[in-house]
C-alpha cells in the first residue's frame, strides 16, 4: 500500500513533471531559435501540404521531403548567400581607412561644425563589428548552422507527415478550450502570414526599389545596399531612409546634384509610400502587426537571434499579446458563468 493518497500522488507526479519540463527546456535553450523556426515554417507549408498530400492524393512522404527542398532553394541558400556577401563587404569597408576619411572629409564641407575624426572612426568600427557578429557566417559557424538546420527539417519532416496527429495533440494538450485552441491556431497562422510573408514582401520590395534607383542612378554597390535595405526595412522606425538619405547626400556632397535630388524624391514619394500601400493591401488578406510591437520585437529578438530576430522578435512578442487576450476571454466567461451560478442558486433560495 502507498503511504500516499491518491491526490498526493497526483500533485507529486505532477511536480515532477513541470521539474522535468523545464530541465527539458533549460536544455534546449540553445536550439529554441530552430524550434521556432520549425513552427514557422510548418505554418507557412501547412497550406501547401494540404493541398498536394490530402487533396491531390501525393504520398505524405514525397510531398514532405518535396515542399522541405523547396524551402531550401527559395529561404536558406539565398539567405546565407546574402548574409556572406554582407559580411565580406562590411569587413571590407571597415577595414579601407582611405574610404572613411574621404567619407569624413566630405562630411566636414557639409556640417558648419568641427567633427571628431576619432570618435567617428571608433563608432564606426563598433557599428561593423556588430553588423558583422548579427549575421550568421558561413565560414565561422558552418557546424552550428548545419546542425540547426538539421534539427529544422526533421522536426519539419515529422511535423507534416503526421500533421493531423500532431495538430489534435495541440488541442488536446492545450491549456485552454477547444475554442480558444483554434482560435490560437487560426490568430497565429495570421500574425505569422503577417510579420513573415507581408513584412518579408514589403522589405523585399523597398529592398528592390533601392537596388534599382541606386543602379539606375549610378551609385556603387547596388546590390549590396539593397540587402542592407531589405534587412532594415523589418524596423518601422528605421527603414529604408537610413540608407538612401546618407547616400543620396554623399552624391550631392561630390557634386552629382541630380543623382543626390533624385534619389531624395524617389526613395520619399515612393520607396516610403509602396510600404504603406501594400500594408493596406496585406492587411485585408491576413491582418497587420502595430509598429509598436514590431519596434519592440526586434529589441527583444535580435539580442536573442540574432539577424532572424527582426522576424521572431515580433512573432513571439504577438503571440505573447494572443495568449494574454486568449487568457483574457477565458477568464471573463468564467466570471460570467459563476455569476450566472451564483444567481441562479439565489433565485432557488
Same mark, same amino acid.
Given at each position: 500500500?502507498s503511504?500516499f493518497?491518491?491526490?498526493?500522488?497526483?500533485?507529486i507526479?505532477l &511536480?515532477i513533471i =513541470?521539474? @522535468?519540463? *523545464?530541465?527539458?527546456a #533549460?536544455? $534546449?535553450? /540553445?536550439?529554441?531559435?530552430?524550434?521556432?523556426s520549425?513552427l514557422?515554417?510548418y505554418?507557412?507549408?501547412?497550406?501547401?501540404y494540404i493541398?498536394?498530400?490530402?487533396?491531390?492524393?501525393?504520398?505524405?512522404?514525397?510531398?514532405?521531403i518535396f515542399?522541405? &527542398?523547396?524551402? =531550401?532553394? @527559395?529561404? *536558406?541558400m539565398?539567405? #546565407?548567400a $546574402?548574409s /556572406?556577401?554582407?559580411?565580406?563587404?562590411?569587413?571590407?569597408l571597415?577595414?579601407n581607412?582611405?574610404?572613411f576619411?574621404?567619407?569624413?572629409i566630405?562630411?566636414?564641407h557639409?556640417?558648419p561644425f568641427?567633427?571628431n575624426?576619432?570618435?567617428?572612426?571608433?563608432?564606426?568600427n563598433?557599428?561593423g563589428?556588430w553588423a558583422?557578429?548579427?549575421?550568421?557566417?558561413?565560414?565561422?559557424?558552418?557546424v552550428n548552422?548545419?546542425?540547426s538546420?538539421?534539427v529544422?527539417?526533421?522536426?519539419?519532416?515529422?511535423?507534416?507527415i503526421?500533421?493531423?496527429?500532431f495538430?489534435?495533440s495541440?488541442?488536446?494538450?492545450a491549456?485552454f478550450?477547444?475554442q480558444n485552441?483554434?482560435r490560437?491556431?487560426?490568430?497565429?497562422r495570421n500574425?505569422t502570414?503577417?510579420?513573415v510573408l507581408?513584412q518579408?514582401?514589403i522589405?523585399?520590395?523597398q529592398?528592390?526599389?533601392?537596388?534599382?534607383?541606386?543602379?539606375?542612378?549610378?551609385y556603387?554597390?547596388?546590390m549590396?545596399w539593397g540587402?542592407?535595405?531589405t534587412f532594415?526595412s523589418?524596423?518601422?522606425?528605421?527603414?529604408?531612409?537610413?540608407?538612401?538619405?546618407p547616400?543620396?547626400i554623399?552624391?550631392?556632397a561630390n557634386g552629382?546634384?541630380?543623382?543626390?535630388?533624385a534619389?531624395?524624391?524617389?526613395?520619399?514619394v515612393?520607396?516610403?509610400?509602396i510600404?504603406?500601400v501594400?500594408?493596406f493591401?496585406?492587411?485585408?488578406?491576413v491582418?497587420?502587426?502595430h509598429?509598436i510591437?514590431t519596434?519592440?520585437?526586434v529589441?527583444?529578438?535580435?539580442?536573442?537571434?540574432?539577424?532572424?530576430?527582426?522576424?521572431?522578435?515580433p512573432?513571439l512578442?504577438?503571440?505573447f499579446?494572443?495568449?494574454?487576450?486568449?487568457?483574457?476571454?477565458?477568464?471573463?466567461?468564467?466570471?460570467?458563468?459563476e455569476r450566472?451560478?451564483t444567481?441562479n442558486?439565489?433565485?432557488?433560495?
Open positions: 500500500m503511504v493518497s491518491y491526490k498526493q500522488r497526483n500533485n507526479n &511536480v =513541470i521539474a @522535468l519540463g *523545464v530541465l527539458i #533549460y536544455s $534546449l535553450q /540553445s536550439i529554441f531559435g530552430a524550434i521556432l520549425t514557422v515554417l505554418t507557412i507549408m501547412r497550406p501547401a493541398h498536394l498530400a490530402e487533396h491531390r492524393g501525393w504520398n505524405k512522404r514525397v510531398t514532405a515542399l522541405i &527542398v523547396i524551402s =531550401i532553394i @527559395l529561404i *536558406v539565398p539567405f #546565407y $546574402l /556572406s556577401m554582407v559580411i565580406s563587404k562590411i569587413s571590407e571597415k577595414n581607412e582611405v574610404f576619411r574621404n567619407l569624413l566630405k562630411l566636414q557639409l556640417i568641427k567633427i575624426q576619432g570618435l567617428i572612426q571608433e563608432g564606426l563598433r557599428l563589428n558583422t557578429d548579427l549575421f550568421p557566417s558561413l565560414l565561422s559557424s558552418a548552422i548545419v546542425l538546420l538539421l529544422v527539417y526533421f522536426l519539419l519532416y515529422f511535423m507534416l503526421e500533421r493531423k496527429r495538430e489534435f495541440l488541442i488536446k494538450y491549456p478550450r477547444e485552441a483554434l490560437f491556431g487560426d490568430e497565429m500574425t502570414y503577417a510579420n507581408g518579408g514582401l522589405c523585399l520590395v529592398g528592390s526599389l533601392v537596388s534599382l534607383s541606386f543602379y539606375v542612378l549610378g556603387k554597390d547596388p549590396f540587402v542592407i535595405t532594415i523589418f524596423v518601422p522606425v528605421l527603414g529604408p531612409p537610413v540608407v538612401f538619405v547616400a543620396a554623399l552624391q550631392i552629382n546634384n541630380f543623382a543626390g535630388w534619389m531624395l524624391v524617389f526613395g520619399f515612393v520607396i516610403i509610400n510600404d504603406n501594400l500594408r493591401m496585406i492587411a485585408k488578406k491582418g497587420n502587426i509598429p510591437i519596434v519592440i520585437g529589441i527583444i529578438g535580435i539580442p536573442l537571434f540574432g539577424i532572424l530576430g527582426l522576424v521572431f522578435g512573432l512578442l504577438s503571440y499579446i494572443l495568449l494574454v487576450k486568449i487568457y483574457e476571454t477565458s477568464t471573463l466567461a468564467s466570471e460570467r458563468l450566472i451560478k444567481n442558486e439565489h433565485s432557488e433560495l
